[in-house]
């Protein structure tokens, strides 16, 4: 009986746990508080990028709002969990970015550059689980295109 009451007790305090979190979320979001995310480094070529991994729908709706400041190699990669037609649009973030798409094999599908504080969409031409955003001008500025590849844990390839 203590056993089980144990078990109870832990997954309350899981739960409240979880609760605060996501109650934290929302408020720094509401409170226009960039958020901080475990970072991957991913690689095209010989460029390096770290990039933050936004992979719950909480994370990925606020992505890079509110950030007005970004390293010269860093960006954030949202996962999906299946392959769909994403799109992006840059409401609450200052920043100019560039989207690329990206298939699982980490194959650039494409390329959209997005202008700060719009609802403007940029979609990804095919399904992706995959969409990097870096400093608009990024991936141009280093020959990236269609075609090209990102290479990193998140592909299968180191």
Do not use: Y
Request: a positive charge; hydrophobic letters at 45%; charged letters at 15%.
């Amino acid at each position: 009986m203590t056993q089980i009451n144990s078990f109870a007790s832990i997954a309350a305090v899981r739960a409240a746990a979880l609760a605060m979190a996501l109650l934290f979320a929302s408020h720094a979001q509401a409170q226009g508080v960039p958020q901080r995310l475990p970072t991957v480094q991913l690689n095209a070529g010989i460029h390096v990028m770290n990039a933050m991994v936004a992979a719950s729908p909480e994370e990925r709706s606020t992505g890079l709002m509110f950030r007005t400041e970004m390293g010269a190699n860093e960006g954030m990669l949202f996962i999906f969990d299946a392959p769909a037609q994403q799109c992006f649009w840059m409401r609450n973030t200052p920043l100019p970015l560039s989207a690329a798409f990206i298939a699982d094999d980490g194959s650039i599908v494409n390329i959209e550059d997005m202008k700060p504080q719009t609802l403007d969409s940029h979609c990804s031409s095919k399904p992706v689980r995959f969409v990097l955003e870096m400093h608009q001008g990024w991936f141009a500025k280093r020959g990236l295109k269609a075609g090209s590849k990102i290479s990193g844990a998140p592909f299968g390839r180191q």
